[in-house]
């Protein structure tokens, strides 16, 4: 995105077109930019060519995940309805994961009719449950166990998810006994460890700390892992100044692992292949000014884009229209929805704007769509990927009579 002539554009389409054409609020994708993140994941890993399994509850598009596909990714899925759309997004199965702390039987029948690569279990409930499932069909089944390797991810709270008080994974003792007691589950076997520390991470050393865990656990065992699936995580920079992930000593750090571990790597990213390749635009319906506060109210809510009511993080808002006329007064942006965490961010200093002006709000192509709901019975929105200069409608706008 970049500013031509005061007029802000995505891929040297002016976002005032966009909006004019098909309405607000409307999600839209920059596929130039999901190429470039997917070629760079690529390249920080190359020496190895791990097997790279986009996570499919980052953005659940099947339009998306079909253009994804094209590179070769595979899938990591949580649930049979992320299964489904990772097949008909035409994803093979022999690339797909299943992650999750609570699959049903339903879901794991479901799994092994498709054949797909690997379930990964996360608790010995689940593994006696896979085998039972598995033997009922007379087959075996390739898994998974998810490793809690106790590593702080030093990211927020809401999503750590590999600290010991986190309900992922198994903890190394569970982990122990469920590989000395293998060989009574006849139908099933074991060709992965998983680790999957938390997301939105920044610093290369939680990951650092969580190879240095896996090491040291497989070394005190026999068992030989064909594949060690390291998760996703890598955190992006939501504003201009925040530290981005050393994927330089990410690198190192594998690659030093690999000299004592032979096996294959998987990733499993969501944000960083596909966060920063979407933005929200959005209308300015009312500014109202109250004896505290400034609200810019906007026509996209917490329905929309979940995120800073959900974890209380912020994105970056542009004007579409560059005016340099900055306002003295503070602003707090807002959605229409009946609830007070219905609030985007707070900014000094911005332009001033009146109402209907368009804002974009930054990066919300991961876990933006894919956490939107019909909250206050309100329409989802449009979403559009723009590819070679053309505006692609990727997902119809919900009209008001698919909700009655
Ligand atoms: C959510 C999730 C991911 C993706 O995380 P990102 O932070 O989006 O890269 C990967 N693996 C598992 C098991 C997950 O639950």
Redesign the pocket.
């Known amino acids: 995105m970049k500013y031509i002539n005061k007029k802000l554009k995505i891929e040297s389409i002016n976002i005032q077109n966009i909006a004019k054409k098909f309405g607000t609020p409307a999600y839209c994708y920059s596929y130039k930019q999901l190429k470039e993140n997917i070629n760079n994941f690529k390249k920080n890993f190359k020496s190895f060519s791990p097997l790279i399994c986009f ?1 499919i ?2 953005n659940t598009n099947v339009n998306l995940i079909k253009e994804i596909k094209k590179f070769g990714l595979g899938a ?1 899925v ?1 649930s049979m309805g992320e299964l489904m759309m990772a097949i008909k997004a035409g994803i093979n199965p022999k690339k797909i994961i299943f ?2 702390v609570g699959k049903t039987s339903n879901e794991i029948s479901y799994a092994i009719d498709k054949k797909i690569f690997l379930i ?1 279990a996360e608790s010995k409930s689940e593994i006696m449950e896979i085998n039972r499932i598995a033997k009922l069909k007379r087959k075996k089944i390739q898994i998974g166990i ?1 490793l809690n390797p106790n590593t702080d991810a030093k990211t927020l709270n809401q ?1 750590s ?1 590999g600290k010991k008080e986190n309900k992922f994974g198994v903890n190394k003792k569970t982990f122990f006994e469920i590989i000395n007691n293998f060989k009574n589950y006849k139908n099933i076997e074991l060709k992965c460890l ?1 680790v ?1 520390i ?4 920044l610093d290369h050393k939680p990951y650092e700390k969580m190879l240095n865990v896996v090491s040291k656990i497989l070394n005190q065992t026999n068992h030989k892992f064909e594949f060690i699936d390291l ?5 992006i920079s939501y504003d201009d100044n925040s530290k981005k992930l050393n994927y330089k000593k990410y690198n190192i750090a594998i690659k030093r692992f690999l000299k004592n571990h032979k096996s294959k790597i998987i990733f ?5 292949i596909v966060g920063n390749i979407g933005i929200l635009i959005s209308k300015i319906i009312y500014i109202k000014e109250t004896e505290k506060k400034n609200f810019i109210i906007l026509d996209a809510a917490m329905n929309d884009l979940m995120r800073p009511a959900l974890y209380g993080t912020n994105h970056k808002i542009l004007p579409s229209i560059k005016t340099n006329i900055n306002s003295k007064k503070t602003y707090e942006f807002v959605g229409p929805i009946c609830e007070s965490t219905d609030k985007f961010t707070t900014l000094k200093n911005f332009q001033k704007l009146k109402e209907k002006d368009l804002i974009v709000i930054c990066d919300v192509g ?2 933006g769509m894919s956490l939107s709901s019909n909250y206050n019975l309100r329409p989802k929105a449009i979403e559009l990927l723009i590819k070679t200069s053309k505006i692609i409608v990727i997902k119809k706008r919900q009209k008001h009579k698919d909700l009655m």
């Open positions: 996570a509850k980052s990591d949580v992650s999750g990964n998810r999503i998810t998983s999957h938390g997301s939105q991470i998760g996703g995580g890598m955190g499993e990213p969501g944000r960083s991961a876990y």
